[in-house]
């Protein structure tokens, strides 16, 4: 299993960014998430889409993020607005078996994750 992220970057406070994730080599019964990572924090669950397209989104990012599947097979993309200056961390793209996405699951570091790219909100 590879995943490989893009986008991540530099914006102002209450601009949007949108960044992509393409995986290979996963079952079908997989599906894909975005988590994201502050210095000295452990990894805190931020969207995920199941294999059967429900798609969660966690509490401090709805209404302003939104997961989505991209065109191309095994793409996803996180589109962020209003983005704040807390929301300047390390995103990482995951994807587990989506079981693992279900309840206190989408919250355990399970399954592979991509390389993680950089987020910065500038105030």
């Known amino acids: 299993v590879q995943l490989q992220a893009c986008g991540g970057g530099l914006v102002q406070a209450g601009g949007s960014m949108n960044l992509s994730c393409v995986a290979s080599?996963?079952?079908?019964?997989?599906?894909m998430g975005w988590y994201r990572q502050a210095p000295g924090k452990s990894r805190e669950f931020v969207a995920s889409?199941?294999?059967?397209?429900?798609?969660d989104h966690a509490d401090s990012v709805k209404g302003r993020f939104y997961i989505s599947r991209d065109n191309a097979e095994n793409t996803i993309k996180l589109q962020m607005n209003s983005l704040k200056p807390e929301d300047t961390v390390v995103y990482y793209c995951?994807?587990?078996?989506?079981?693992?996405?279900?309840?206190?699951?989408?919250?355990?570091?399970?399954?592979?994750w991509g390389q993680g790219t950089l987020v910065t909100v500038s105030s």
């Open positions: 995951n994807t587990r078996n989506s079981r693992y996405f279900s309840g206190s699951f989408a919250y355990k570091e399970y399954g592979y």
């Open positions: 889409l199941s294999n059967n397209g429900a798609t």
């Open positions: 080599g996963i079952a079908s019964t997989y599906g």
